[in-house]
């Protein structure tokens, strides 16, 4: 639970901001902290900053990650983990738009990771798999 | 008799003090980055010997911050006009190496100038950019010669061809004279453009970002959509600009530069056919196609790194200059999003505003469904697509290759937006909406009690897709001018731009029609 005051022209509001998910994002106050007795928030991690390391996995990662182009549904993986691919290979076919739409590999590399198996429907952007 | 040597002297003295510009040591600097100086720009543009320099003597005016002392040759801006592949154009090029290529008064004096002239005379004008800005010293005189070099701007837009190069700097209000020009070429190394740098964004919103991000070529191009053409380097700049106005007319009353071959080649191109794959459902990659409707080696894509799901293009087909549009159903299956939709309208109201006859292969699954598309305004972008095309007068050719659905089917030059001849492969799918989606709802009522629903709903998809999804149905009310196979899309093409050129389509008159920005 947090007391934010926000002022909008010159008008000032006294808001409070109560974070209904598990494990909160740190808030990384850079201050003191605000003088409210804590809440009831789970800490499991002992520092705060640690928490940042856990990120949910629709993070897309720095590079290598290969994203969908848009929403549709996976009809063909091509790869598994592991294998070597080249530049321009097929990794996968996306059916979206009344199309199969080849996914192929925009760099060298090998798949680290695979997020995706046939029948999964996936959104723009989502993750499909990582090229390192 | 003759003229007194010592004046040709001092003529002579003068030109060789104003032509280094800022002197050796900057411009040793700047050649060690790979970049040209703002006259090796010009001349590597110009055919040998033909510009004719505008204002070299020209200099600045202001007596504030110890300027009074400080020369600025030409004021750091040449202009003139020349010949490029013997048609006169007219230029300026910045001398980032006189004050920044900063722009004051008298800089932006001589660029309005050689900028009225192209407009009076009627040739395209070309802007090469490589500046620092606005010339403090000058305060409000410079910022107001931006005023005046944007109103001209748009003074010259749809009467001659505007063509910028971000060669170097191009930054804050300076970045919309450029934004204001029909193409604009940056070179991937030495030129950033941008509103607001990296420094300004952290203050304003703490957020963190690089140059790259925001202002390379790469993200002007790519990204942005702010960029037509990235260059390797200032050569390459220059000869990119060439080969754009190689399918350009000098302004908008002459046609462009088609040179029609004496004899139209109208053999079957058996290659066509082998390009269409069996299955419905895989992509084809339209650039294929591109290459075998226009001449050999004569087609320049514009845009070619933004919305990659749409082509856009010059190009010749017996000669004759076209405005290639083309879905391209090898990225995001061809549909049709914002960029799409901006890029491809951009391109269309610039061939009808310099009479180049529109090219649209067709192969449109829909638009892009999304809630960034919605949220986004797809709707009124979408919108750019079918007014460009509505509002065009020039001849407009289309030929639909395998999808065509629903709204996006109109939106790309249909008969009833009054296309001049509608050619369809036989595997065009010309419907209101994909087979699937048309029996779930034409047939609810039905696959509700069937017993095996999957049978069903399979038999009465394929129904379906045979008697509407086919260039058939389209034929039978008349919406195509032909059914035709694909080898025979280039004579069909041909002869198509052949009969068309004659067009002569007028509106009632009005100041401009409001399309939804």
């Known amino acids: ?132 | 008799m003759a003229i007194r040597r010592e004046l040709l002297e001092e003529l002579e003295k003068r030109r060789s003090e104003l032509t280094p510009g800022g002197g050796e040591a900057r411009h040793a600097k700047r050649r060690g980055k790979g970049m040209l100086s703002a006259r090796e720009r010009l001349d590597v543009f110009f055919d040998a010997d033909t510009f004719q320099e505008w204002g070299m003597h020209v200099t600045h005016s202001c007596h504030d911050f110890g300027m009074e002392n400080k020369p600025m040759p030409c004021d750091g801006v040449v202009t003139g006009v020349g010949l490029v592949s013997g048609r006169p154009v007219a230029a300026f090029s910045q001398d980032a190496t006189v004050g920044g290529g900063a722009l004051g008064q008298r800089h932006a004096q001589k660029i309005c100038a050689i900028m009225e002239y192209a407009l009076e005379a009627g040739m395209p004008f070309v802007a090469v950019n490589d500046s620092g800005g606005a010339r403090i010293q000058e305060a409000v005189e410079s910022l107001s010669g931006y005023g005046q070099v944007f109103y001209r701007n748009v003074l010259l837009s749809g009467c001659v061809p505007q063509v910028g190069v971000i060669a170097g700097n191009c930054a804050g209000g300076a970045a919309y004279s450029p934004a204001l020009m029909d193409f604009l070429i940056m070179t991937r190394r030495n030129a950033n453009m941008f509103i607001c740098g990296p420094q300004v964004i952290k203050a304003a919103t703490g957020v963190d970002c690089t140059m790259d991000e925001i202002g390379s070529a790469n993200a002007n191009a790519a990204i942005s959509g702010n960029v037509h053409f990235v260059a390797e380097d200032d050569q390459h700049a220059m000869q990119i600009v060439d080969r754009l106005l190689s399918f350009l007319p000098a302004n908008n009353v002459q046609d462009p530069p088609h040179r029609p071959t004496e004899e139209l080649c109208l053999d079957a191109d058996e290659s066509m056919n082998d390009i269409v794959p069996a299955n419905i459902k895989d992509p084809m990659d339209m650039y294929e196609v591109i290459q075998r409707i226009v001449d050999p080696g004569e087609f320049l894509e514009v845009h070619r790194d933004f919305a990659r799901n749409i082509i856009v293009g010059f190009g010749r087909v017996d000669g004759v200059v076209v405005g290639v549009i083309a879905n391209q159903p090898s990225v995001k299956a061809g549909t049709l999003d914002i960029d799409a939709s901006d890029k491809g309208a951009r391109f269309i109201r610039f061939c009808n505003a310099f009479n180049v006859p529109l090219l649209t292969l067709v192969d449109v699954p829909g638009f892009l469904p999304g809630v960034a598309q919605e949220q986004g305004g797809i709707i009124r972008h979408g919108a750019k697509l079918l007014f460009a095309y509505s509002a065009a007068t020039v001849p407009k050719i289309t030929v639909i290759t395998r999808k065509a659905y629903g709204g996006s089917y109109l939106a790309m030059c249909s008969r009833d937006l009054k296309a001049d001849m509608v050619f369809a492969w036989p595997t065009a799918e010309i419907a209101v909406m994909g087979a699937e989606g048309a029996v779930n709802v034409l047939y609810r009522k039905e696959l509700a009690t069937a017993e095996d629903k999957e049978a069903a709903r399979s038999e009465l998809i394929e129904e379906y897709r045979e008697r509407f999804a086919s260039p058939y149905m389209a034929a039978s009310h008349g919406m195509l001018t032909d059914v035709i196979p694909p080898s025979q899309t280039r004579p069909a093409v041909s002869l198509a731009l052949r009969n068309t050129l004659s067009k002569n389509e007028t509106r009632p008159p009005k100041k401009h029609g409001l399309i939804p920005l």
Do not use: F, W
């Open chain 1, 1 to 132: 639970m947090r007391h934010l005051r926000i002022t909008i022209g010159n008008r000032s509001y006294e808001v409070t901001v109560e974070d209904l998910t598990e494990q909160s994002a740190p808030s990384a106050p850079s201050a003191p902290a605000p003088a409210i007795p804590p809440a009831a928030v789970p800490t499991r991690a002992p520092a705060p900053a640690a928490a940042t390391t856990t990120q949910s996995p629709q993070a897309p990662p720095a590079s290598g990650a290969v994203t969908s182009p848009m929403a549709g549904s996976i009809l063909v993986v091509h790869v598994s983990a592991g294998d070597q691919v080249k530049q321009g290979q097929a990794l996968l076919v996306l059916e979206a738009m009344k199309m199969e739409n080849q996914i192929a590999a925009p760099c060298d590399g090998t798949v680290s990771r695979l997020d995706v198996s046939p029948g999964d429907s996936v959104a723009e952007g989502h993750v499909l798999l990582v090229l390192e």
